[in-house]
C-alpha cells in the first residue's frame, strides 16, 4: 500500500487546516501521527475502515477529526483551532494493528512522506 499525504502548509494560530491522504490499496486501520523537530513520533488519530473505533490522541481531541471517504479511499485529518505547539511533519500510517496496538507506530507497516503543517503564533 502506497500513501500519499498532502495539506500541510503555514497557518496561524486559531485556524484551521485540512490533510488527505490518498491510499493505493486498502487495510483495516488508517492513523496519522506528527514529528515535531527533536521530538519523537506521537499519535495524532487512528480510524478503523469499519468506522468501528475511533481514537485520539488527548492532545487534538474535541479539536481534530479523523474521516474515511472509502469510494475515494482516502483518510482526512480536519483540523481546527491550531496552535503552535500543533507544529509538525504529519504522516498518514495504514496497516492491521491489534488494538493494543492502534496507537502506535508500532503498529503500522505502510507511512506517507509526510506533509508539513506550521502553526504560528
Known amino acids: 500500500v502506497q500513501l500519499q499525504a498532502y495539506g500541510g502548509g503555514l497557518v496561524q494560530a486559531g485556524a484551521s487546516l485540512k490533510l488527505t491522504c490518498a491510499a493505493s490499496?486498502?487495510?483495516?486501520?488508517y492513523a496519522w501521527f506528527r514529528q515535531a523537530p527533536g521530538k519523537e513520533r506521537e499519535f495524532v488519530a487512528t480510524?478503523?475502515?469499519?468506522?468501528?473505533?475511533?481514537v485520539y490522541a488527548d492532545s487534538v481531541k474535541g479539536r481534530f477529526t479523523i474521516s474515511r471517504d472509502n469510494a475515494k479511499n482516502t483518510v482526512s485529518l480536519e483540523m481546527n483551532k491550531l496552535k503552535p505547539e500543533d507544529t509538525a511533519v504529519y504522516y498518514c500510517?495504514?496497516?492491521?494493528?491489534?488494538?493494543?496496538?492502534?496507537?502506535?507506530?508500532?503498529?503500522?507497516?505502510?507511512w506517507g512522506q509526510g506533509t508539513l503543517v506550521t502553526v504560528s503564533s
Open positions: 480510524l478503523r475502515s469499519s468506522g468501528s473505533r475511533i
Open positions: 500510517a495504514a496497516g492491521d494493528p491489534i488494538i493494543t496496538f492502534d496507537h502506535a507506530p508500532e503498529g503500522y507497516r505502510h
Open positions: 490499496g486498502r487495510t483495516r486501520s
